[in-house]
């Protein structure tokens, strides 16, 4: 069997990719031709037509897979296999929530989000943006917006406990009392009124007086001498955080 077959194009010089065709190479041993290339990395390897020409090409001697890598770890570094199974960071978790409801039409939470004009800055829509801006996720935290009507963007977002975002949702219950208006939440962590009595009170109808009796009668009831008028309680429109 001739070391080269007679009739073979003639590949040296040409470049697929991130691989120089540097010469002919010894044929294998079913006569098929091969090729030694150099690939952009500095790397030699022998390869044979069809992985330099056609579909199912490569694109380099293997590095241009480890640099992809790479670059998916650079990324996020937040996503790994543990026995077999996916595992994300709070952070990751939380980007990628917020791209669902806000990208995602079949996302159940869409509605309340990108289905209401809730969007996502363009910066944002990769994780390792987000993660640059906001940082790892205190425990006891998630993602919240400080204007709820807002988009999702660095100005606008934070990490934030389950009572500071529902004191920021759009159906938030405010009360005002003596000048100071805040949510039945924070009336509750003030006050010491368990926040399911003092929101089955707001249902109720009850004035802010009766809502708020426990602590108006206690010691520490700076709010004794409040006239009914400054008692009015003030609703916002209802939604979501």
């Known amino acids: 069997m001739p070391k080269y077959p007679v009739r073979c194009e003639d590949l040296t010089g040409r470049t697929f990719e991130r691989l120089t065709v540097l010469e002919r190479a010894e044929n294998r041993r079913d006569g098929s031709a091969q090729w030694k290339c150099q690939c952009k990395c500095g790397n030699i390897r022998t390869l044979r037509r069809h992985h330099l020409i056609g579909k199912d090409a490569y694109v380099s001697c293997g590095c241009y897979s480890a640099e992809a890598t790479g670059k998916r770890a650079l990324s ?104 100071k208006s805040q949510c039945a939440m924070d009336w509750s962590q003030e006050t010491g009124i368990p926040y399911s009595t003092i929101r089955g009170r707001c249902k109720r109808g009850l004035s802010p007086e009766e809502i708020l009796k426990e602590f108006i009668t206690s010691d520490k009831a700076f709010l004794r001498d409040v006239s009914p008028a400054e008692l009015s309680p003030v609703l916002e429109t209802p939604s979501l955080p």
């Open 76 to 179: 996020h570094g937040h996503t790994r296999r543990v026995n077999g199974r996916s595992s994300t960071s709070p952070e990751y978790r939380s980007w990628n929530a917020m791209i669902q409801r806000c990208l995602n039409p079949n996302a159940p939470e869409y509605k309340y989000y990108g289905g209401r004009g809730i969007s996502i800055c363009e910066k944002w829509k990769t994780f390792a943006s987000f993660y640059a801006d906001m940082g790892d996720r205190p425990p006891g935290k998630s993602l919240d917006r400080k204007d709820p009507n807002g988009n999702y963007e660095p100005s606008n977002c934070r990490w934030a406990t389950r009572s500071e975002q529902a004191s920021n949702k759009r159906n938030s219950l405010l009360i005002a009392f003596k000048g």
